[in-house]
């Protein structure tokens, strides 16, 4: 059953007094390589379908959820009767929104069109480049190990409001781990469709690391400055922009509630003009342009579901202007509805420096590959530790000098952002750590004058 059918059926089969469906039906393509040699590549397909039925009450409206892989025709019934059950056990939900009904915002796919499809070929240009690296990193004695990843999900949403939407994402993400005498170097981007892949710049930028690690200096742990590149600095924002739910600053939960109650939205927090923004139409990481919601929690509403997003400031020149929002939590905070979107932007002044262009201008400081291992330590100042990976190279005098030994580190990116004294030039990243997560970034690498060092790490 073809995945749009799979929404009609259930919405004709619930006796629910209002119900939801989401129908995602996904292709993945894949290739692994180890030691410069291709080991694995293939596609899979997946299906899941959610039901969200929604039952009156004395006080409100109660909800159930039930979502299942692989649903077949005869299976949509039951999971239609699972949900209508779950909702049946449940008491009225605190976010609990009348459903929307608005038309498909402009440029969204046909509904009625095929799903989308990913396959084999849409490493086409980029596995004939993956071969002549593996062949240059072998005559250099060096050895290439990654995957490339490429997922295309088609959405269907219907509901008994009427909404019919239906949203095609690609998601595409590369990851090149170079090895030899100069240990280890990670590069990774993430992509669409892979036609804008610089195979040959990226696996040169590893070979230069590598050259760069066959001096070993040894450093202790402290605060040095620091250059953060757009992979790491996407690891923290990504984490920042996970924090800024608004029902939780109101509560007083996070780091986004204010003193004396309420929210920090208007607070100024970076002294340097700085803005995090997200927007689904953004060129090379759009996404949905509606809100698609399986579950709800404390940032996402099941209630929601279709509602319109627009391009969103979180942080515009410095200041807190934005957090995310439901319909109910907007209501509770009195603040404008800012829905999540699934992109994340920084960028600071006009004409920031390429990160070649920081590292020349650096006396003495350090310069990050990326960031891994990244944990949470306390809420109230989103104080994060974690450890550096792949690559801390010392700079003095305008030049990589060697590499240093890993660090673990202790920092906050709420408190970073206003200790930043210098942001470059944004473009495309991928973050290290959150990559199987949220891959739809652009970041500026960012100079940070005392960088927190906790302490050394073993880990090579």
């Not at 090895?179 to 170097?185: D, E």
């Not at 700079?395 to 930043?420: C, M, Y």
Request: hydrophobic content about 40%.
């Amino acid at each position: 059953m073809r995945p749009q059918e799979a929404v009609e059926r259930a919405l004709s089969l619930s006796r629910a007094d209002d119900c939801v469906v989401i129908a995602d039906e996904a292709s993945t393509a894949n290739l692994r390589w180890a030691g410069n040699t291709l080991t694995t590549n293939g596609v899979t397909r997946s299906s899941r379908l959610t039901v969200i039925a929604l039952r009156d009450t004395a006080d409100g409206v109660a909800a159930g959820v039930v979502s299942r892989s692989a649903v077949d025709a005869d299976g949509i019934e039951e999971l239609v009767r699972a949900a209508e059950a779950d909702a049946a056990g449940n008491e009225a939900a605190e976010d609990a929104r009348p459903l929307v009904a608005d038309g498909p915002p402009a440029g969204a796919a046909g509904w009625d069109d095929e799903p989308a499809e990913t396959g084999i070929g849409v490493f086409e240009g980029f596995a004939p480049a993956l071969g002549e690296a593996f062949a240059a990193a072998q005559a250099g004695d060096r050895r290439l190990y990654g995957f490339a990843n490429h997922v295309l999900t088609s959405t269907f949403l219907g509901s008994s409001a009427g909404l019919r939407l239906r949203h095609d994402q690609p998601t595409g993400l590369l990851e090149l781990n170079a090895k030899g005498a100069g240990g280890s170097a990670w590069a990774g981007v993430g992509t669409r469709d892979f036609t804008d892949v610089d195979v040959p710049a990226l696996t040169g930028g590893l070979a230069r690391r590598l050259e760069w690690g066959e001096r070993r200096v040894d450093l202790p742990a402290g605060r040095y400055e620091t250059i953060l590149p757009p992979s790491a600095v996407a690891d923290l924002m990504i984490y920042l922009y996970w924090s800024a739910g608004a029902q939780d600053a109101q509560d007083g939960r996070t780091v986004f509630s204010a003193p004396g109650g309420g929210t920090r939205v208007g607070e100024r927090l970076a002294d340097l003009p700085v803005t995090l923004s997200s927007d689904p139409a953004a060129p090379g990481m759009q996404c949905a342009p509606f809100v698609i919601a399986h579950a709800s929690s404390r940032e996402s509403s099941v209630f929601d579901n279709g509602l319109a997003l627009g391009a969103t400031d979180w942080i515009s020149e410095g200041t807190l202007t934005s957090l995310a929002q439901t319909r109910h939590s907007a209501e509770r905070t009195g603040l404008p509805l800012t829905p999540a979107v699934d992109n994340l932007a920084m960028r600071g002044p006009d004409g920031g420096a390429t990160l070649e262009e920081m590292v020349a201008r650096t006396e003495r400081g350090l310069l990050l590959t990326c960031l891994w291992y990244i944990r949470e330590v306390d809420p109230q100042s989103l104080l994060l530790t974690g450890l550096t990976r792949d690559g801390v190279y010392l700079v003095e005098d305008g030049e990589v000098v060697g590499a240093v030994n890993n660090f673990r580190f202790n920092e906050s990116p709420v408190d970073l952002l206003s200790r930043i004294s210098e942001v470059g030039e944004t473009g495309p990243t991928l973050p290290r750590e959150w990559s199987d997560y949220f891959t739809r970034t652009a970041m500026p690498a960012i100079r940070v004058p005392d960088f927190h060092m906790s302490t050394v790490s073993q880990a090579t």
